[in-house]
């Protein structure tokens, strides 16, 4: 008598969600981690274009040198807010996906334990049957050699 658990096909649907929760969720902590390493490009490029600045300014420069500093640096600062602002959008995806990957873990896990705990009730329910099995056999077999004794 082979064991099966009779809500095996949610138990399987519950953790294929929670996989692929976990493949979201790993799928954000990649853009967050993308999105971190962009600000640390931008503010480096922002320092690289105050130091270049300084060091037009002790040359001979042109105006319109001197005009692009400032569009330049605004043009990166902007960018910088947005990927701020982004990185922020994405931290509180990110709290959300825990959320449902927690729920998610909560469900599976508790399909799980039934599962467990079903498989224990069949598994002393089979003992049992064995047992009285043996009994019988035990019982048969000393019935038969009290009739072989008496013959």
Do not use: C, W
């Not at 922020?88 to 959320?99: A, M, V």
């Not at 009730?121 to 089979?126: G, H, I, T």
Request: no cysteine; charged share 40%; proline share 1%.
């Amino acid at each position: 008598m082979a064991y099966k658990f009779k809500l095996q096909a949610l138990l399987k649907v519950r953790e294929f969600k929670e996989n692929n929760l976990k493949i979201e969720l790993g799928r954000i902590v990649q853009e967050r981690e993308s999105t971190k390493a962009r600000i640390e490009q931008l503010n480096s490029d922002i320092d690289a274009a105050y130091h270049d600045q300084g060091e037009l300014v002790t040359r001979d420069i042109t105006g319109n040198e001197i005009q692009f500093f400032p569009y330049y640096l605004q043009g990166k600062k902007d960018d910088l807010e947005r990927t701020i602002k982004r990185l922020e959008e994405i931290e509180i995806l990110l709290k959300k996906k825990l959320q449902e990957l927690a729920i998610a873990r909560g469900e599976s896990k508790l399909l799980e334990n039934m599962r467990a705990n079903d498989f224990d009730k069949f598994k002393r329910e089979l003992e049992k049957k064995q047992h009285n099995q043996i009994e019988e056999l035990f019982i048969m077999r000393a019935g038969h050699d009290r009739k072989g004794e008496e013959s």
